[in-house]
């Protein structure tokens, strides 16, 4: 599909960034490193994205690459608001509230796993209909949220 195009006309129209999120050298954004992926990735010449991201975040699992945008953005979020909370609360619980509000549990993205392998939905890298995250287990996408979120709580 031609998914370029809507950030081809977003970028013309409006000036707008476009921020990517890739793990395998093929997601679109993915071109901001091109010469990387023809150089350290199988196939890096047939499959890698072309065109460039204005910001790229590489991930080993594109997942959490999404889970760090998130918190940044929820932190991000918090601090500008900071001042504005009415509630007397501090700046610890406005920042947990964004956080809360914004990245998602462990129980909503299992949930979300396990109905996609129900709808059919294949893991990316085992070819699977099991529920596995690039061929890891389910247990290491979760490690790697709660590791996030502690570092965006400041734990």
């Excluded at 150089?39 to 991930?59: C, N, Q, R, S, Y």
């Excluded at 504005?84 to 998602?104: E, M, Y």
């Excluded at 893991?123 to 699977?128: A, E, N, Q, R, Y």
Aim: aromatic share 2%.
């Amino acid at each position: 599909a031609p998914l370029h195009t809507i950030v081809d006309r977003a970028r013309e129209t409006n000036r707008v960034k476009y921020i990517a999120i890739g793990d395998g050298g093929n997601e679109l954004g993915m071109g901001k490193v091109i010469d990387k992926i023809h150089k350290h990735i199988p196939d890096g010449e047939k499959i890698g994205a072309v065109m460039a991201a204005d910001h790229l975040i590489a991930a080993s699992v594109s997942n959490w690459g999404g889970y760090a945008l998130i918190a940044a953005a929820a932190l991000v979020a918090a601090a500008d608001r900071c001042g504005d909370n009415d509630g007397g609360g501090s700046a610890d619980d406005n920042r947990r509230q964004w956080i809360d509000k914004c990245l998602p549990t462990e129980e909503s993205e299992t949930q979300l796993l396990h109905r996609c392998v129900a709808a059919g939905c294949r893991d990316g890298v085992s070819g699977k209909m099991e529920a596995t995250v690039d061929g890891m287990p389910l247990e290491r996408s979760m490690q790697c949220l709660r590791e996030i979120r502690k570092a965006a709580l400041g734990a």
